[in-house]
């Protein structure tokens, strides 16, 4: 009986030191790594301080990417965008009222131009005319008839008409075509008569642009699709820029963050493909494959410290299968299927 007691005694002690070295050995190397699918979480804000005039989203709803979350008071830039549309609206009938009258101006300038070379033509018919009938007394004087009596006055006529005609052309000349300047069309003419008229529609509609500018920047949207998580401001709350009061999180995450202790030499290469296990049921886990492996070790979060203890890893990024149904921040259990499967040859 006493043997059969110390016999029992020393076999439980054995299996109990096996226990403890298996125990040792499966905390020294746990077949399953630990990781945590991403959190795509998005703060939100305005582009422009102010004072919040509506919200139209509440905690829960689902947004899509660009949805208007809020807007803010916009009733000094209302007032600005009015008086400066009010203000393009005049400027614009001016402009119109300016140009036809420039354009009556040039017309007439050219019909003026038009009668100026209309008579410019007749008194050179009228000079030729002159030059005839001068030429006409010369040869007769020449031919011993006799000077004719009108011979000197119509050389004096002939030069005044001269004078008369080449200062007509001149003028005509420097209107029509100013010195080393090609010939300009109608409308260019007039655009450089309107110019300061222009110059003023055109600043006007800078202010305009950058009041809408404005405004929009005091609407605030939806970086991207996903459930509104956070709203920590209120109607009626003034608020910085770029100072966060919504948070919005994707709901579609692609990626899972896996940590491989530093107390484990696992070959670990992208592309090699695991197996992803949820801690909710099996019926969640899925697939996917290694992405990128990072060069050196890191700590763990705290949120995965193995039994209390702080370790560094080496992190992998893992892509998920398509059409997963692990959510955001949820942690996981991983095991990397041996066999690279067209995977990279170096980590």
Not at 18 to 28: D, F, I, S, T, V
Not at 69 to 94: G, H, N, P
Not at 182 to 197: E, K
């Amino acid at each position: 009986m006493d043997n059969l007691k110390r016999n029992l005694f020393y076999f439980l002690l054995v299996l109990a030191g096996l226990g403890a070295a298996y125990g040792y050995w499966a905390w020294q190397l746990d077949p399953y790594l630990l990781g945590t699918v991403e959190s795509r979480v998005r703060p939100v804000s305005a582009w422009e301080g102010g004072r919040i005039q509506e919200i139209l989203v509440t905690v829960g709803s689902r947004v899509r990417t660009g949805q208007t979350l809020a807007r803010l008071d916009m009733s000094d830039l209302v007032a600005e965008r009015d008086v400066l549309q009010e203000q393009l609206t005049s400027l614009e009938k001016i402009l119109a009222a300016d140009r036809q009258r420039y354009a009556l101006e040039y017309d007439l300038l050219q019909l003026r131009v038009s009668q100026q070379a209309a008579a410019m033509q007749a008194d050179l018919a009228e000079l030729n005319a002159l030059n005839r009938e001068i030429r006409i007394l010369q040869e007769a004087e020449t031919a011993g008839l006799g000077r004719g009596r009108d011979l000197t006055r119509l050389v004096i006529q002939r030069d005044g008409l001269r004078q008369s005609v080449a200062e007509q052309s001149a003028l005509i000349e420097q209107r029509v075509r100013p010195a080393d300047d090609p010939p300009a069309d109608r409308d260019t003419v007039l655009t450089s008569l309107l110019g300061d008229r222009m110059e003023s529609i055109h600043q006007t509609l800078r202010r305009l642009i950058l009041v809408e500018q404005r405004m929009a920047m005091r609407t605030v949207t939806a970086p991207c699709g996903g459930l509104v998580v956070e709203i920590t401001a209120t109607e009626g709350v003034t608020i910085d820029e770029y100072l966060p009061f919504m948070t919005v999180e994707d709901t579609l995450v692609s990626f899972v963050e896996v940590y491989v202790p530093e107390t484990q030499d696992r070959p670990v290469v992208v592309g090699q493909s695991v197996q992803v296990y949820s801690r909710r049921s099996d019926q969640y886990s899925t697939s996917g494959r290694i992405s990128f492996v990072h060069p050196g070790f890191s700590p763990i979060p705290e949120r995965l410290w193995l039994r209390g203890q702080m370790l560094w890893a080496r992190k992998l990024r893992v892509e998920l299968a398509p059409r997963h149904s692990l959510l955001p921040g949820e942690s996981v259990r991983v095991r990397i299927v041996k066999g690279l499967d067209h995977a990279a040859t170096g980590p």
